[in-house]
């Protein structure tokens, strides 16, 4: 599981860059996941189907947060290198 440390930084996400935004990573987290047998119960709200089922109040707060994880000395500290 990846750092969320600077994450706000970032202009791609996941292993192949398929997510553009924050929005998009939540996007997926929230309406983008299938049912199984390994789905943790907190992913799965009756009646409202399978995901975060965050409001778009929630995925903003949410974002809000993430920006929170944004360490500018982490990133000037050279021998780390770039993010
Ligand atoms: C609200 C909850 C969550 C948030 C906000 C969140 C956020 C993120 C973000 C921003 C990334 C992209 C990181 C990057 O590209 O470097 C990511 C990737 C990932 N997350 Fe989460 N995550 C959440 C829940 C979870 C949970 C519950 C799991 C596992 C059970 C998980 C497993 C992973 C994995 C394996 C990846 C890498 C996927 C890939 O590289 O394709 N995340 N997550």
Same mark, same amino acid.
């Given at each position: 599981m990846p750092t969320l440390r600077n994450a706000a930084l970032r202009s791609s996400f996941m292993h192949d860059g398929r997510f553009k935004s924050l929005r998009e990573v939540i996007e997926h987290y929230n309406s983008g996941a299938k049912n199984s047998p390994? =789905?943790?119960?907190?992913?799965t709200k009756p009646g409202k $189907?399978? $995901? =975060?089922? =965050?409001s778009e109040n929630e995925i903003d707060t949410l974002i809000a947060f993430l920006h929170t994880l944004t360490d500018e000395d982490f990133l000037s500290r050279e021998e780390l290198g770039p993010p």
């Open positions: 390994t =789905l943790d119960a907190i992913m $189907g399978f $995901g =975060l089922c =965050l």
